[in-house]
């Protein structure tokens, strides 16, 4: 079980050499959207009495505070608006609404290269949240995020092959007028990536400057509409079962302005939804289908996400808690049942309890995303970077959270079976032709590349390459490679000329 | 997504103390033999054309280097003894020894609470493994292993919940005579741990004084054949396709013996087996078929457990690595194997590259670990405080282990689906009945420990309570719980009359 001491040094310097070499796209062996749908935590029946339960809810218990507009939009098509001020949605609405809802979204990015089409069981990795802290690994410190902290984790993200998009992970807290930080977020994110990018509007009169700032970086409005590059992560209900009023005039801007909408239900298991994983799930997907409801009324077919983003709770203490098992459970669950109403979904993994990059935050990050992947989930928020249960975030674990990802993709991919693979062929061969072994062979080296992820820090050593090399450490190796990324010029900076525009029509709080 | 502001101080303390007393058995959320089974990463055709290529390969290349005695005992049963000194094995054969293999095997403890009964989906972790070297975590020194770091090993096992069984981790290596090492394992880990234990003997002479040994342990030969605490951990096989003429003489004593054996058959991907996942797992199937024809050919019904152990190979260097996303999939898929055949079956896990405890060990010990329990591996070997791909034992990686197999444990007991679970009763009630929220509900609170998982070591506190705490290290609170485990009498230790037996027959190398 030791590490075989016979080596071909020659093939290994020809092997070392050939994968220096920058992988080609066709032949990496992760990528975005590789298919999962192998892990299934519930049954057939499991789903169907999740529906039919969520069903039920919508039409006995329906939701309060629908916004005027909101209220007009669904009783239009067949809501019912009760005397006690709740929407209540009966079955064939629903079946209505997702008939004509989106099935096939493509979340485009500013370069085409990192679009997301979202359908089946294609799996994508990014960052999310609203982390009001950075973590300072050097001081192990949390200190206030700022603008500047966001901007560095879109030129990071734009640098990692597996984290697939960038939905706004923390808050600009460094400016204080709202409008202007939802402005500013827009700004830094963009000019740090070419990815597709989520973020949020504080209110709905936010939302036509954001859409002029977007319509100048695409380069007009057309443009923009053909390629969206920006969604609105929108918290459209405040769980359980109320519309969040402000949240829902964001989301029909949005809509109106052709942005595509993440329905973001985020209750918490224990405290704004049921404990029970089966019944969060519920409610949760329960509000998503009311959202679903809502942009159909509100334009039949606009690109939405089902955000199914129930979050789990440490009850013995009411604070939330993303690390568990229970909430890689609920992700998995979820991804299921958007797979059930074959709707284009999401929802959070990859959220570490630990406030540090330490062992405790690698087997957090590790259990929600390798299960998300496996289930199929389409959108994975929160996948890298996130501490202190969403309150802490940290560009140091979103790079290794490259590695993190790497590897769940690997187990996404899954298990080929053919017939060269089952390798019958070579087996024969190197039994009974002579070598004894598979290292040499044709089959083991065409393959070594396009089979296999090689972590960029996970260490492999022996204990005594380890010591040789003077023990590195993990997070020292990670920072120095933040201060690389980060002195190099970011890759999506926005053309001169433009950048101007936009600084003397918005007032940009980062540096020119 | 903030933790909730809103908390019940008084219903707060009293879940604290309700929490601080230790759960009894009935009411534990996780516990040993959770039925896993939900990840699949293997079609029924997948298996299929394993199992076909796995026939083929026994049938057509078949084994070199049986022992004489396994060339009797299984050309007597229908094998074929070739001119070039391969055992071939007829499908008809396979059939036959998987008709009348032992498909539900109990793995007694010492202390029958501790008993596995392996069979269907049900999953148990535990230690295994060869290391040569302890991983002191203060000094990050590599250090050899000896024979008190496996006593303590297994005294610390002993007291953690979430560690089922104690297989060997690692070597003696300050015993130089090997049978004295073989016999001085056994005692140390009987003398630590009132769990089922697995060993290996390095010559079949051994056998009968390991045997005699045993019998004084049990209290009598026939107590340890009704309840044979000790099973032989048996590398029955050399891949590829070549057995190991020593253990194979071993596992007829063993067998003799009355002692369960595990048939191991730990390929490498890459150099001693097929590079592909699925070339891997066909070898390691065809091997340990043959393990289950040799072993019935021996005696009928004999307890064998399936030990398809495919390792992964980092083709860079040549050089093993067992914390890869390909080691999670190989495990995975080998453990649907075993329910292709109904037998129970192990494979290794939990194997960190990492030489420390550090966030890429964490991210490296639960992909595998989890995977292997949603796919219902019965035994999970290497499941804890392995580093180093499997050079290096760690004893706070051993206890943090139960923390992050606990939450795998939690994944593998799923998501419940009823009536109660569902809640919609109680989404009607909070939602119209008045409160709002779930946190004082009997629902949430008659279910905060059966239904959660509260990490031992794992850290929940928000950053404000983490930075009043002092920012507890994780590292440093595991090193306290171990100096406190050794600090204490050993929970296992023998009777000391039966140890003063034992010392006067044998030569332990334990102090008194």
């Given amino acids: 079980m030791n590490a075989p001491t016979s080596r071909r040094s020659g093939g290994r310097a020809a092997r070392r050499a050939s994968r220096a070499a920058p992988l080609s796209q066709d032949i990496r062996p992760v990528r975005a959207g590789l298919e999962g749908g192998t892990y299934k935590p519930l049954s057939e029946r499991d789903m169907q009495r999740i529906h039919e339960t969520a069903l039920d809810a919508m039409e006995q218990i329906g939701f309060a505070d629908a916004p005027q507009s909101g209220i007009d939009y669904m009783t239009a098509v067949g809501a019912e608006f009760g005397n006690d001020g709740r929407i209540r949605i009966p079955r064939a609405l629903v079946e209505d609404s997702l008939a004509m809802a989106c099935k096939d979204i493509t979340?485009?990015?500013?370069?085409?290269?990192?679009?997301l089409r979202l359908s089946g069981n294609r799996v994508h990795f990014g960052t999310a949240g609203a982390a009001v802290h950075m973590v300072d690994v050097d001081g192990k410190e949390y200190r206030d995020s700022t603008l500047q902290d966001l901007h560095d984790a879109a030129r990071i993200t734009q640098q990692l092959d597996n984290i697939h998009f960038l939905?706004?992970?923390m808050v600009a807290r460094d400016i204080l007028d709202n409008?202007?930080?939802?402005?500013n977020t827009i700004y830094a994110c963009c000019a740090g990536t070419t990815k597709h990018i989520g973020t949020s509007f504080t209110d709905p009169s936010f939302v036509p400057d954001a859409l002029e700032m977007l319509h100048m970086i695409a380069g007009g409005e057309d443009k923009w509409r053909e390629r969206p590059f920006v969604s609105n992560s929108n918290c459209f209900v405040v769980p359980p079962m109320k519309f969040a009023t402000e949240s829902c005039e964001v989301m029909e801007a949005c809509i109106h302005g052709?942005?595509?909408v993440l329905l973001l239900s985020a209750g918490m298991a224990g405290a704004t939804a049921p404990s029970t994983i089966a019944g969060a799930i519920v409610q949760a997907v329960a509000e998503c289908l009311a959202g679903i409801v809502y942009v159909n009324a509100v334009k039949p077919g606009h690109p939405a996400i089902f955000g199914t983003w129930p979050f789990g709770l440490d009850l013995r203490t009411g604070a939330m808690t993303g690390g568990s098992g229970e909430q890689a459970l609920?992700?998995?669950?979820c991804a299921q049942m958007h797979k059930f109403y074959g709707i284009p979904g999401g929802a959070a993994a990859g959220i570490a309890d630990s406030k540090l990059p330490d062992m405790q935050a690698g087997w957090e990050q590790m259990c929600s995303n390798v299960m998300?992947?496996?289930?199929?989930?389409?959108m994975v928020y929160e996948a890298a970077g996130m501490h202190a249960s969403l309150l802490g975030f940290c560009h140091e674990s979103l790079i290794l959270g490259d590695d993190i990802i790497g590897q769940a993709l690997r187990c996404v991919r899954g298990i080929e079976v053919d017939d060269e693979t089952l390798a019958l062929d070579q087996i024969k061969e190197v039994c009974l032709g002579g070598t004894g072994h598979y290292l040499g062979t044709d089959a083991t080296l065409s393959r070594m590349q396009k089979d296999h992820v090689y972590p960029t820090f996970g260490d492999r050593t022996s204990p005594k390459e380890w010591a040789e090399l003077d023990k590195p450490d993990l997070i020292e190796k990670v920072v120095r490679r933040k201060e690389e990324i980060l002195a190099e010029r970011a890759a999506a900076r926005f053309d001169p000329m433009l950048d101007q525009q936009l600084r003397s029509r918005f007032n940009i709080h980062l540096p020119a």
């Fill in 107 to 115: 979340l485009p990015g500013r370069d085409p290269q990192f679009d």
């Fill in 167 to 169: 939905q706004r992970p």
């Fill in 179 to 183: 409008k202007e930080m939802d402005l």
């Fill in 258 to 260: 052709g942005m595509p």
């Fill in 330 to 333: 609920l992700t998995a669950g």
């Fill in 372 to 378: 998300a992947g496996l289930s199929g989930l389409n």
